[in-house]
């Protein structure tokens, strides 16, 4: 039998911006991080830029392209990349 005038005193609206979502269970040691990085995905909020990661992959990638005796630019490339990521 539906329930027409049910007590919706106390609840609020989800925190959530994506929907629909789904419970996990988390060790409790690390389940407020876990929920506080999954907040900010949810707000479209990262750590780093998209830029800067993008920056890293592509300067690898040109690094996987130069000949094996280049070794000494290939060592360049990815000390560059490493540098980027590293920042984070």
């Not at 925190?15 to 876990?34: Q, S, T």
């Not at 506080?36 to 707000?43: E, M, N, Q, V």
């Not at 800067?52 to 060592?75: R, V, Y």
Request: proline content about 7%.
């Amino acid at each position: 039998m539906p329930n027409y005038n049910p007590n919706t005193e106390g609840l609020t609206q989800s925190k959530w911006v994506n929907k629909p979502v789904k419970v996990y269970r988390l060790p409790e040691p690390i389940a407020d991080d876990v929920l506080a990085y999954a907040h900010k995905l949810d707000k479209g909020e990262n750590d780093r830029s998209t830029v800067e990661l993008d920056t890293a992959i592509k300067m690898l990638t040109q690094s996987l392209t130069l000949p094996a005796n280049k070794g000494g630019a290939i060592k360049t490339g990815i000390k560059k990349a490493l540098e980027i990521l590293a920042k984070g």
